[in-house]
T-cell receptor
Framework: GQNIDQPTEMTATEGAIVQINCTYQ??????LFWYQQHAGEAPTFLSY????GLEEKGRFSSFLSRSKGYSYLLLKELQMKDSASYLC?????????????FGPGTRLSVLP | EAQVTQNPRYLITVTGKKLTVTCSQN?????MSWYRQDPGLGLRQIYY???????DKGDVPEGYKVSRKEKRNFPLILESPSPNQTSLYFC??????????????FGPGTRLTVL
């Protein structure tokens, strides 16, 4: 089966840096996505990794190690509006199609 | 404007009364999917579709049906809803290019309560 783990909650201070970890077990790995979800809203795309290494997008960076089944999302210069849940999702592909498995999400609270 | 729409946004119903939640996208995406989101469990995939007339089960398909007769529409059908199907439902769509263009675009969500 497939399994994804993330910390349930994290707290950080405005202006700081925070790293949200994600570990996964899956077969047919075909990419890892990070999404942001504000309370009561739909998830929105943040970043994508399919090869090992770091992908940087402004204040957000995401890292992947396929051999370790590990990814992290790095948020720099935290702002109050970054208070949200962050979802790690793994795409798997086999002969029948592709599906997505989401982690439980990490609720980040940014404090002044 | 590129978007995924869902209707209704909110629905309160009773056990056993058949209902359909519609989903439509205007981005010509091949891939469409339904998820439910419950506290502490995150998003769980119900069904997905790789293209017209091609559907497959996700992780929690029991009690749900889908159809994909047209590329833009992917309705979710609950033939006999039960209280354990009370949840927040999201429809999503994406391309199937194989890279980061495959990111899913989510609809606004449908909050369903089954009494």
């Amino acid at each position: 089966g497939q399994n994804i783990d993330q910390p349930t909650e994290m707290t950080a201070t405005e202006g700081a840096i925070v790293q949200i970890n994600c570990t996964y077990q899956t077969s047919g790995f075909n990419g890892l996505f990070w999404y942001q979800q504000h309370a009561g809203e739909a998830p929105t795309f943040l970043s994508y990794n399919v090869l090992d290494g770091l992908e940087e997008k402004g204040r957000f960076s995401s890292f992947l190690s396929r051999s370790k089944g590990y990814s992290y999302l790095l948020l720099k210069e935290l702002q109050m509006k970054d208070s949200a849940s962050y979802l790690c999702a793994v795409r798997s592909r086999d002969n029948y199609g592709q599906n997505f498995v989401f982690g439980p999400g990490t609720r980040l609270s940014v404090l002044p | 404007e590129a978007q995924v729409t869902q209707n209704p946004r909110y629905l309160i119903t009773v056990t056993g009364k058949k209902l359909t939640v519609t989903c439509s996208q205007n981005m010509n995406h091949e891939y469409m999917s339904w998820y439910r989101q419950d506290p502490g469990l995150g998003l769980r995939q119900i069904y997905y579709s790789m293209n017209v007339e091609v559907t497959d089960k996700g992780d929690v398909p029991e009690g749900y049906k889908v159809s994909r007769k047209e590329k833009r529409n992917f309705p979710l059908i609950l033939e006999s809803p039960s209280p354990n199907q009370t949840s927040l439902y999201f429809c999503a769509s994406s391309l199937l290019g194989g890279g980061d263009t495959d990111t899913q675009y989510f609809g606004p969500g449908t909050r369903l309560t089954v009494l």
